[in-house]
C-alpha cells in the first residue's frame, strides 16, 4: 500500500451524515480534510440497497466513510452544507481492502 499511499495527494473533504430532524432534512457535521485520491470514472457498483447503480466518482481514502456521506475534491470547509457545494458526491458505496499482511487499509467510496 506503499505505493498506493504516494498517489493520494489531493486534498479532499468529507461531510459526515447525521441525523434526520423533524423536517426530514439529514444533518451533516462538521466538513473535515482528507488527504486522498479523485478520480472521475464511471463504474457499476451495489449500494446499500443491494441494488446495482452507476457511480461516476471514485475516492481513494485512508479512513472508512459510510453511505450517505459527502465527499468533494479540494478545502471545502467554508461551507458546512455539501448540497451547496458544487462537485460535491454523496457516497453510495464503499469497498474495503486491506493489504496482503492486514497491516493497511484502503477505503474506496463510490458515488
Same mark, same amino acid.
Given at each position: 500500500?506503499?505505493?498506493?499511499?504516494?498517489?493520494?495527494?489531493?486534498?479532499?473533504?468529507?461531510?459526515?451524515?447525521?441525523?434526520?430532524?423533524?423536517?426530514?432534512?439529514?444533518?451533516?457535521?462538521?466538513?473535515?480534510?482528507?488527504?486522498?485520491?479523485?478520480?472521475?470514472?464511471?463504474?457499476?457498483?451495489?449500494?446499500?440497497? $443491494?441494488?446495482? #447503480?452507476?457511480? /461516476?466518482?471514485?475516492?481513494?481514502?485512508? +479512513? %472508512?466513510?459510510?453511505?450517505?456521506? @459527502?465527499? *468533494?475534491?479540494?478545502?471545502?470547509?467554508?461551507?458546512?452544507?455539501?448540497?451547496?457545494?458544487? $462537485?460535491?458526491? #454523496?457516497?453510495? /458505496?464503499?469497498?474495503?481492502?486491506?493489504? +496482503? %499482511?492486514?497491516?493497511?487499509?484502503? @477505503?474506496? *467510496?463510490?458515488?
Amino acid at each position: 500500500m506503499v505505493l498506493l499511499e504516494s498517489k493520494m495527494s489531493q486534498t479532499l473533504t468529507h461531510w459526515a451524515a447525521g441525523a434526520i430532524d423533524v423536517y426530514g432534512s439529514i444533518s451533516f457535521g462538521a466538513p473535515t480534510v482528507v488527504v486522498g485520491r479523485f478520480e472521475q470514472r464511471d463504474e457499476s457498483v451495489l449500494g446499500s440497497d $443491494g441494488e446495482e #447503480r452507476k457511480a /461516476s466518482n471514485v475516492f481513494f481514502l485512508p +479512513l %472508512s466513510v459510510a453511505p450517505g456521506d @459527502y465527499l *468533494a475534491p479540494g478545502d471545502q470547509t467554508a461551507q458546512s452544507d455539501p448540497k451547496a457545494v458544487v $462537485g460535491a458526491v #454523496r457516497v453510495i /458505496s464503499l469497498r474495503i481492502a486491506p493489504d +496482503l %499482511s492486514n497491516n493497511q487499509t484502503l @477505503y474506496m *467510496a463510490f458515488g
